[in-house]
Each structure stands twice: as structure tokens, then as C-alpha cells.
């Protein structure tokens, strides 16, 4: 094996000058040096180099078995995965513990999963408590839940105490398409401002397939962000993460939404050649998260999208694990706060 | 640790000059080719033109591929044509082809979406394209919103297929809807489903192999539209055997290829210019 050699001699120097930005990171406002969970970021951090290296393949060739990337874990944040069942199709590593190996065997070290039951479940008390259950059950805390909440059904706020409180979640996840409600409806406004209060991060899904290859009876439009524009600025404290968005929104409707506030996207569904090294002279590379949507979608695309696209290690760390690591609120969903 | 080779051979049957920075055939495809070599894509089939159109008259399809021809003359080691036509310039058609494939380097036929391919116009072009052993790519697309008027469904090549067992026909894009698409060409033996063009939805590449076997399935990414990445994801986080990767990601193509490339001299091993330069 003359990979790993090869990829810390090309990856050596620029790990080094990305120390200090690394401690930045850990000596961010609010963030305690104590926390556990600073100091698996710091150790995922200077596992960093070697890791991405595997992943965005800094060997010239290719390899198309998986086994390379194996048993090598970076710190690569994944913020778009999910579990459960896709309603017209079974997919491989849609239960927990298959998807947590499937990551892990991808250099995965934190995936931020959603449960597919909650796009169409009216249930979503048992959909998050099952996703909870999964996460804590599964991988070694790898998964990090993010459970549903439908702001059209009664008494969603117990849900989003629910969430916050019991199960401890970081943050939240919507499909305002499939709950049929949209981005400029009261219900919205609420239930951002609710999450922000609980300081949770807000996942939106703005689509969950391509429009032209839904099954007929679940034939669902994608949703308009527009909205967001004025509702980033209007409530203190909301961050939000835009998922399944890329292909929807570009161009200076983006970078509005990217300039109103704490606003993310992540890279599953970006496209075209080059298409990360494109977003990142359009939009701040800070706000770039990587996603794979995961296991709707082969993970291995989004990966690669890292080795076809030229990305300084600057950014490279930036987008596969620091604006992760730096958006992850600290404190959140331990009851330490009451609505 | 896999047996695979550091250095798996990669050919793309899809590939564009829109969607690439550039403002010549040649500078357009030079960026293409960069974006290939970091993910280890050696050679790149391409058709049509710097700028598209769904009905092509006959002089907007000399001008398409003269851009290609412009392109691949550039760099013959890494580039095959695609000749574009429009059936319903069956004679212009014909002329195309004749120009590019059977006396130029072309080596296939792309179609589009100007005529659905059932037609009995596409009759004689298939039947030249046969004669040049030149594989069809047929662009097919099922769409819940609704086809462009002469979009072909995968139904639609599965049809044309039939009428002429001596072409070999692509099915592009596996049909959009690959549930459907193909299942749609399942019987039609000389039919190839390519995997380009949609999201790297999990699954497709596997139902393709269980379904028609790894023999009949192709990588091709669609770039510059799609990335070369989330195209060749398909195959290589699907889980079908490495055997059947290195069907679909080369040794399809090149059997494919071989009877027509091997008439034109170029050679179907191996590439050894594997790095740009
Ligand atoms: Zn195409």
C-alpha cells in the first residue's frame, strides 16, 4: 500500500498551515474547550489531512472498488443523509446500521440524518423517536438526528419540545412541499422562530426528486425559498441549512438568500463539471456544506464532486468539515432552556 | 484489498461542449478533458454543437459537427464524435453521416429530440449507420411532466430497435425514468441502456445489471450539464462486482466501438496517454 505515502507527501505542508484555522475554530465565541465534542473535533481535525486525502483521491488513478477508502476515518461532515424508507422504492443502507457503515467505510465521522418517515407519516412523534433510538443505537455517534416537524399538524410545538428537549437533537428538519404548506405561510414564520429560540439548526428540504421522475400519485413541486429572504432577517439567531437545493436555486436568487443571514446549502444535488469549484467564486465557500443524500443517492457522487472540482486544502477543510463543525450549536437539546 | 488496478481504464459515450468554460470547440473540450483526467476519464465521446437546438436544419447540423469535428481532430487521442442528426432531414441526414462517420473520424450516431424514433423516417439513417457498424445513441426520456413533442421514450427505441436487429442501438439516459426505461428495452438484445444525464439516484446501476446484465449497460456522464462525478458515482458506489464496473465503464464501449474504430485504424487497447498534456 503506497497510497497513504503519497497522499501525505502532497497533503504535509498544507495541514500545517491550516493548524491556526483549526484552533479558530475550537476558541469560537460559545464553544467550551471542555465539551466532549471539541475535543473529538479537534482529533477529527488533525485526522483531517490523511482522510480527505482518501476521499477526494489524490492518487491519480482510480479505483473503483470501495475498499480503499475503508477503515480510514477523516473529519467529513455529512449534513444530508437519511434513513427509513423511500415511499416508491427500497434502497440499500436505508436502516441505520447499514448506513452507518456504509459512512464510516467513506471516511464519514458526523452525519446529520433525517428520517424519511417524516415526509408522509402523520405520526411524527413515533418517526423522530424511532430516528432518535437509531442514531443513539447505531455507529457510535456518527448519526446525529434531526427530526421532523410538520408546523400544519396540532400541537407541533410539543413535537419541537420533543426534539429539543428528550430526544436532544442539534436540529430539525422540514419538507414544507410534502406537509403542503409554504415558505411565506404563518405556520412558517412560527416554527423558525420557535426552532431559533430553542437555538436548533433548521434544515429545508426544497425537493426530495426530480420533478419529472415522480410516481404519478406523488407528484409534489419543489418549494420556493424566496420567502426565506425576508424571514432570515427578520428572526434573530435562525441558521439555516438549504438541502436538495442547488438545483433550484442559483445565481442571485442565491446569493440573497446567502446574504439575508446564517444560510447553508450543501452539494448533493450541485452540478455540472466543476461544478464546487463554480459555487464557490458565487457564493461564500464558508456556506458550502457537503451532502450527499445519502442513500437515495450513491454517496461516491458527491465525493467525487471534491476530486473533479480544483479546491484549495483551504477549502477543501472548510467545506468537508469546518463550516459543519462551526454552524453545530453547543448546548442545544439538553433542557437547559424552556420555551 | 480489492484487486482492482490503481488505474481503471474510463470511457465516457456522453459527453457535450455546452456547459464547459471555453470559447472554441477545441478550448471547450481542452477544460472537459481537465475535469476528466482528475477523475481518471480517458476517453470522451462527444456530440453536438456549442449551442443546441431541438430541430436542427440541415446547415445547423454541418455547423454542429464541424465544432466537433474542430474538437476531437484537437485531441484524437482522448475524443470520439458522434455524428448529429435530425430525421427529419432524412437526406441531409444521410449526407452527415456519410460526411463525418463514413468519411471523417466519427464514429457513432447521436439523435436527439427533433423526431420521436419510432418513425419511419429514422428507417434509412438506421439502416447507413448499420452498414458503418456505427452504434445509435438515441436520447430518450420519460417524463411525468410531459415529453417535448418529439422526445422518443424508451417504448419508442424499443420499437425502432426491433425494426433493425443489425444496429446497435444506446438508450440514453436508461429512459429518465430507469424503473421503466429498462424494463422497457429489457428484450431487446441490441439495445444498451447508459446511465447519464439524471440525479445519482441509488439503485439504477444495479437494477440495469439484474435486469439486461452488466453487457449491456454504459457510463456516460453527460457533462458538461452533469459533472463527470456524479455520473460515474453511479458505478462506482453501486453494488454490482468489479467484473461488471469494468464492463460498463470500458469494456462495453470499446466492443461496441471496436468493429467501427478498428476500419478507421485507431486502436481499442489500452490508453497509454493516460495524463493530459
Ligand atoms: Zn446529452
Not at chain 1, 404548506?181 to 437555538?199: F, I, M, N, T, W
Amino acid at each position: 500500500m503506497k497510497a497513504p505515502r503519497q497522499q501525505a507527501r502532497v497533503h504535509g505542508p498544507e495541514t500545517k498551515d491550516q493548524r491556526p484555522r483549526a484552533l479558530r475554530w475550537e476558541h469560537a465565541p460559545g464553544n467550551k474547550l471542555g465539551d466532549p465534542k471539541h475535543c473529538i473535533a479537534r482529533r477529527d481535525f488533525f485526522r483531517f489531512a490523511s482522510g480527505l486525502a482518501v476521499l477526494v483521491g489524490v492518487r491519480s488513478g482510480l479505483s473503483v472498488s470501495s475498499a480503499d477508502s475503508s477503515h480510514r476515518p477523516g473529519a467529513l461532515v455529512d449534513v444530508n443523509v437519511s434513513i427509513s424508507h423511500w415511499p416508491t422504492r427500497r434502497v440499500e443502507f436505508d436502516e441505520a446500521p447499514e448506513l452507518a457503515k456504509l459512512l464510516r467505510s467513506r471516511g464519514v465521522s458526523q452525519a446529520w440524518v433525517g428520517s424519511l418517515d417524516g415526509m408522509l407519516h402523520k405520526d411524527i412523534a413515533a418517526a423522530n423517536a424511532r430516528l432518535a433510538r437509531a442514531c443513539a443505537q447505531n455507529g457510535r455517534g456518527l448519526l446525529l438526528p434531526f427530526g421532523t416537524i410538520n408546523p400544519v399538524l396540532p400541537d407541533w410545538r410539543e413535537e419541537l419540545r420533543r426534539c429539543a428537549e428528550a430526544h436532544r437533537m442539534h436540529g430539525i428538519r422540514l419538507y414544507p412541499n410534502y406537509h403542503g404548506y409554504k415558505l411565506d405561510d404563518p405556520a412558517s414564520a412560527s416554527l423558525l422562530r420557535a426552532a431559533a429560540e430553542r437555538g436548533l439548526i433548521v434544515q429545508i428540504a426544497l425537493a426530495m426528486e426530480d420533478e419529472r421522475m415522480m410516481h404519478p400519485l406523488m407528484r409534489v413541486a419543489p418549494v420556493d425559498p424566496t420567502p426565506l429572504v425576508r424571514l432570515v432577517r427578520e428572526i434573530q439567531g435562525i441558521r439555516l441549512v438549504l438541502i436538495n437545493a442547488l438545483r433550484l436555486v442559483r445565481g442571485e436568487p442565491l446569493g440573497q438568500l446567502i446574504r439575508s443571514g446564517e444560510v447553508y446549502v450543501e452539494i448533493s444535488t450541485l452540478d455540472g463539471v466543476g461544478c464546487v469549484e463554480r459555487l464557490v467564486t458565487e457564493i461564500p465557500v464558508e456556506r458550502v456544506l457537503f451532502g450527499s443524500n445519502a442513500p437515495l443517492f450513491y454517496f461516491e457522487s458527491a465525493a467525487l464532486k471534491l476530486r473533479e472540482s480544483s479546491l484549495s486544502p483551504t477549502q477543501l477543510a472548510a467545506l468537508c468539515a469546518g463550516n459543519a463543525i462551526r454552524l453545530m450549536p453547543r448546548g442545544v437539546g439538553r433542557g437547559s432552556r424552556t420555551p | 484489498m480489492s484487486a482492482a488496478p490503481d488505474r481503471m481504464e474510463i470511457w465516457d459515450v456522453h459527453c457535450h461542449l455546452s456547459g464547459v468554460p471555453g470559447n472554441t470547440p477545441e478550448e471547450r473540450l481542452e477544460r472537459l478533458i481537465g475535469y476528466a483526467d482528475r477523475l481518471g476519464i480517458q476517453k470522451l465521446c462527444i456530440c453536438m454543437g456549442m449551442e443546441w437546438a431541438y430541430d436542427p436544419s440541415p446547415e445547423k447540423l454541418r455547423k454542429d459537427n464541424d465544432d466537433v469535428l474542430r474538437a476531437i481532430r484537437r485531441f484524437p487521442e482522448r475524443a470520439f464524435g458522434f455524428v448529429y442528426l435530425n430525421p427529419k432531414h432524412t437526406q441531409a441526414s444521410i449526407d452527415e453521416l456519410n460526411r463525418c462517420v463514413a468519411d471523417g473520424p466519427m464514429v457513432g450516431v447521436k439523435l436527439w429530440v427533433a423526431e420521436k424514433c419510432n418513425s419511419p423516417a429514422l428507417d434509412p439513417i438506421v439502416r447507413r449507420a448499420a452498414e458503418l457498424r456505427a452504434p445509435i445513441y438515441q436520447h430518450t426520456w420519460l417524463k411525468i411532466t410531459g415529453n417535448l413533442p418529439g422526445e422518443s421514450t424508451p417504448m419508442d427505441l424499443a420499437e425502432l430497435a426491433r425494426r433493425h436487429p443489425d444496429a446497435q442501438f444506446i438508450c440514453g439516459h436508461s429512459g429518465g425514468d430507469w424503473e421503466v426505461g429498462i424494463r422497457a428495452v429489457r428484450s431487446c438484445q441490441n439495445v444498451y441502456v447508459e446511465l447519464s444525464g439524471g440525479d445519482p439516484v441509488a439503485g439504477v446501476t444495479e437494477m440495469a445489471v439484474r435486469e439486461l446484465g452488466a453487457e449491456r449497460v454504459l457510463f456516460g456522464s453527460d457533462a458538461g450539464g452533469r459533472s463527470f462525478a456524479s455520473q460515474l458515482g453511479k458505478v462506482t458506489g453501486a453494488s454490482v462486482p468489479e467484473t461488471a464496473k469494468r464492463l460498463i465503464l470500458v469494456g462495453n464501449l470499446r466492443r461496441l466501438l471496436r468493429p467501427i474504430l478498428t476500419s478507421k485504424g485507431f486502436s481499442t487497447h489500452r490508453s497509454t496517454t493516460i495524463e493530459h498534456q
